[in-house]
């Protein structure tokens, strides 16, 4: 037996919202779309891990979600133009990432990262 995937499911009755933040700024691959259930992610590139927290590390809250990015400025620049607005850093943090956190259009806590 292996894990082959490990999805975040968020429950919203505002499934097409999804596009402009997971689609249209972070650039994933609409993979599935039933209507009523639509996944986003890039057939290549994901790998299976799921965390656990007691905290979001520098005294953050725990993030819904955390999206490793290849360049963290760039998708920094296009949440601030699509209107979504930054909780917290950017940051360099002491255990080697660069990150700052952002709500999605579902109000999930989003921990956008580069290592």
Known sequence: MAVKRIMANIETGRIAEAKR??????????????????????????????????????GTPVPDLSIEVDDVEAVLADMKNAGFPVEYGPVDEPWGVRRFFVRDPFGKLVNILMH
Not at 39 to 49: D, I, L, P
């Open 21 to 58: 933040f997971y689609q249209d700024v972070l650039g994933l691959e609409l993979l599935m779309d039933h209507g009523w259930f639509a996944t986003y992610g890039s057939a290549e590139t994901m790998q299976v891990q799921i965390s656990f927290a007691e905290e979001g590390g520098s």
